[in-house]
T-cell receptor
């Protein structure tokens, strides 16, 4: 079955430290991958996406993610986080164009001063 | 501003009330979606409309009734809800059902008392 797994439900980190939020997806011939961010009391905002091409994808707010086909992973990284990055982050996969967008359970990133 | 606008942002309703959630997208998209986001649960896809036609209903109870009068507007009519229906309801849109990027609105917080 198609699935997306976010390995950490909560990630606490200090300001200016690097962070990695992990995401694994079930393997498929064709998959598009996304990271969304949800700030408190707001909807989901697209951070970045991988459709094809370069496996390193850069998004907004200094985030980037790397598509790793052999490990079926799409981990999100930022070299130095800010307090304002505190939010919930969702990894999602679209299997076969036109299929259902499947979300992971979410990772709550908490940045402390 | 994502181009997807939801109203109201907050709604409190009794179990015998009838209310509606409204979604409007200004992106020229042809596919629209309703998602439900409950605490501690992954996002659940409820309904999909493509070119005004409902293409997916993920076993949603009939007390939720969607309506899509045109490609820019989507409603979710609510009737005799239960307290467990309290959640954040997110509207989203994409170019079409095969469109590979889905954009979300800010959500409507629903509390059923």
């Amino acid at each position: 079955a198609q699935s997306v797994t976010q390995l950490d439900s909560q990630v606490p980190v200090f300001e200016e430290a690097p962070v990695e939020l992990r995401c694994n997806y079930s393997s498929s011939v064709s998959v598009y991958l996304f990271w969304y961010v949800q700030y408190p009391n707001q909807g989901l905002q697209l951070l970045l996406k991988y459709l094809s091409g370069s496996t390193l994808v850069k998004g907004i707010n200094g985030f980037e993610a790397e598509f790793n086909k052999s490990q079926t992973s799409f981990h999100l990284r930022k070299p130095s986080v800010h307090i304002s990055d505190t939010a919930e982050y969702f990894c999602a996969a679209l299997y076969n164009q036109g299929g259902k967008l499947i979300f992971g359970q979410g990772t709550e990133l908490s940045v402390k001063p | 501003e994502t181009g997807v606008t939801q109203t109201p942002r907050h709604l409190v309703m009794g179990m015998t009330n009838k209310k509606s959630l409204k979604c409007e997208q200004h992106l020229g998209h042809n596919a629209m979606y309703w998602y439900k986001q409950s605490a501690k649960k992954p996002l659940e896809l409820m309904f999909v409309y493509n070119f005004k036609e409902q293409t997916e209903n993920n076993s949603v109870p009939s007390r939720f009734s969607p309506e899509c009068p045109n490609s820019s507007h989507l409603f979710l009519h609510l009737h005799t809800l239960q307290p467990e229906d309290s959640a954040l309801y997110l509207c989203a849109s994409s170019q079409d059902r095969g469109g590979n990027t889905i954009y979300f609105g800010e959500g409507s917080w629903l509390t059923v008392v």
